[in-house]
């Protein structure tokens, strides 16, 4: 999809839809974190440069910690 070719309510519309979409998706990894009791902190998300607000940080290293978490058991 082009967005040449869309409306100016189009493209409000699909801005809206992938803030929707991008806030359920860290709702959902914030829920992964919870379940699986993993800390992640602002310091720590520092220390290796990376960005606390940024989806895609945050679901890298929560996908890191899971992954240590699993081969711990």
Known sequence: MSIN???KEE???QLQMAEYQRDAMR???EKIQSLFNISLTREEMI???LNI?????YST???RKL?????NL
């Open 5 to 7: 070719n869309l409306s």
């Open 11 to 13: 493209i409000i519309d």
């Open 27 to 29: 709702e959902n990894l």
């Open 47 to 49: 220390t290796h440069n």
């Open 53 to 57: 607000d940024s989806d895609e940080d």
């Open 61 to 63: 290293v929560l996908y």
């Open 67 to 71: 992954v240590d978490k699993m081969r």
